[in-house]
């Protein structure tokens, strides 16, 4: 086989790549002082992506590109004295075409490979990414040096390992790929004799990679170098943050790591930093909500409260609220756990539960700096509560958030938490309770076949007549490469909107309250969770089966 030539590699990259010229100067400053490959040291510097490089190099010396499809039993057992070398070239032989053997190599531009397969007459090389070199890895039982690894390994040794190039690349690897789908959490879980890393892509997970058992340590303990955590702890749940750049991209990373029978699992919530947007638009309210959220949160006092399960979008709305109000005439200081993104004249503190800082220890501090806003990441407890009711009672407006089903439960947790009655009637100016739904997917949305049948199923008629809609619209994505074959992209937040206006005041908020709270909403035209969902869905924004999954 022809030995690849190396020299002339700098000009291709540039040529295909989005690097900036800041970082591209930057690296070939490094690489004329130290010397190296480019594309190792951009992608060692965040510049670019690990998993981008395969197409590249496929592209430039007309290799073909790995497909598992391609995989066979292996046979060629008169070249078994090849398989630990290949191994430690992360290269391995996946089949047999003819009289040909089949190699899947991760760099087509090692040196020793090459000098190897310029030897070989009867060796046909394919470009893997990094994910494939694991999938082969599984697939053939062996971790990098051909053996498997052994658990007892001491702390210095298990550094060693996490920090080896096939861990890094592979992690590195896995990150993109989420960045790239626009996951906000990747999970790293035992599963079926493997590691299983999955992505949450607008609320729901998807499988992404099955990973070699044998990796399953390495790749926890360069998390865990990664974000500040003990390697050595192994029985306790323990979190961190990682702060790095991947692709031109600047990104914080939750990590968290929970021990398991099996191992441990680890999720990774990813929080971007340029790509984050806070206005009414992006939330996606129905008008007639937006309105009268808009008007709420004008007021000088009160307290505005989000509810709904973890993942709903409650931060994100708040953050909104708080990005429409943020301006030189007032103060506002927010309480978090923990702060997610900064923004910018906006005082955010983040509590600290070791040292006794606390919600509600947090709070008192903070109605003495004299805010005019405040929020609170959430209210947990009787003490917590009763200063935000009390603070908004002598003239601060606050947000905050409760974890209720619909907006009139938040009266009943409230209660429950032991809050008087009266200083719920006094302080509360509205509660919006919110889900998240998947869209349809714009680029492959096509209307519904079955369309006819879901509008006599669920009386869409009678919805669109309602809301004077002058058609029902109802769409599915067929799927593409946009949405990943799912047929959604992006998520648009259905609400309940509840104003504690006189009447709810004036209710006692006993076993009944819900239940006469929601006809109050009902008769002045106000949606259900429900309702709002069937009505975003015959506005084709979402469907029918995804107000369901996440209302019904």
């Known amino acids: 086989m022809k030995t690849l030539n190396i020299s002339n590699m700098n000009s291709f990259f540039l040529d295909e790549l989005n690097i900036s010229e800041v970082d591209f100067d930057r690296a070939r400053v490094i690489q004329d002082k130290f010397g190296g490959r480019l594309d190792q040291i951009l992608i060692n510097m965040g ?36 398989l630990d070398f290949l191994i430690k070239k992360d290269a391995f032989l996946f089949g047999k075409r003819d009289n040909e053997l089949l190699i899947a190599a991760k760099d087509p531009l090692d040196l020793e490979l090459n000098n190897w397969l310029e030897q070989q007459t009867d060796v046909v090389m394919y470009i893997a990414k990094d994910e494939d070199i694991e999938w082969l890895r599984s697939e053939l039982g062996v971790d990098n040096l051909g053996s498997p690894i052994q658990e007892s390994l001491d702390e210095v040794n298990l550094k060693e390992l996490a920090s080896e190039a096939p861990v890094v690349n592979l992690l590195n690897s896995l990150i993109s790929r989420a960045l790239r789908q626009g996951a906000s959490d990747m999970h790293l879980e035992p599963f079926d004799g493997r590691y299983r890393a ?33 390697i050595a702890e192994k029985r306790r749940p323990q979190d961190g943050k990682i702060e790095m750049k991947i692709s031109n991209e600047e990104l914080d990373i939750r990590v968290s790591a929970l021990p398991l029978n099996d191992g441990e699992s680890m999720v990774l919530r990813f929080l971007r930093k340029d790509n984050v947007k806070y206005n009414m638009d992006v939330l996606g309210l129905s008008k007639d909500v937006e309105e009268s959220l808009l008007c709420d949160i004008k007021k000088t006092s009160g307290v505005v409260l989000l509810t709904g399960p973890t993942g709903s979008g409650k931060t994100t709305t708040l953050y909104t609220f708080l990005n429409a109000l943020n301006n030189d005439d007032v103060k506002i200081i927010t309480l978090e756990d923990p702060v997610e993104y900064q923004l910018p004249g906006i005082n955010q503190v983040q509590i600290n539960k070791a040292i006794g800082f606390d919600f509600a220890a947090g709070l008192r501090s903070i109605v003495r700096q004299d805010p005019d806003i405040i929020m ?40 429950d938490l032991g809050v008087e009655e009266f200083l719920l009637n006094a302080a509360l100016v509205s509660v919006v309770a919110q889900r998240l739904v998947r869209k349809v997917c714009s680029d492959c949305s096509i209307s519904d076949s079955g369309a006819l049948e879901l509008i006599d199923k669920y009386n869409l008629r009678e919805v669109a007549d309602k809301y004077n809609l002058q058609s029902i619209n109802l769409q599915k994505g067929a799927g593409c490469p946009s949405c990943a074959n799912t047929g959604y992209k992006g998520r648009v937040a259905i609400t309940e909107y509840l104003a504690c206006d006189e009447q709810v005041r004036a209710t006692p908020k006993d076993s009944n309250f819900i239940a006469v709270a929601k006809e109050h909403n009902a008769a002045l035209g106000r949606r259900t969770l429900m309702q709002d969902g069937m009505y975003k869905a015959v506005l084709g924004l979402t469907t029918i089966e995804e107000v369901i999954r996440v209302a019904g």
């Open 47 to 82: 510049s670019l992506s690990e998993d981008q490089v395969p197409l590249l190099l496929s592209k430039i010396f007309n290799i073909p590109l790995f497909e598992r499809t391609l995989f066979q039993v292996n046979d060629a057992s008169e070249k078994l004295e090849m």
């Open 376 to 415: 609170l990441g959430e209210i947990r407890d009787k003490e917590t509560a009763q200063i935000a009711l009390q603070s908004a009672l002598t003239g601060h407006l606050v947000f905050s958030t409760v974890h209720t089903n619909d907006a009139a439960g938040a009266y009943t947790r409230l209660l």
């Open 198 to 230: 999955r992505y949450r892509v607008d609320g729901v997970l998807h499988d992404a990679e099955y990973i070699a058992a044998q990796m399953q340590l390495p790749i926890i303990t360069r998390l865990k170098i990664l974000s500040g955590m003990d």
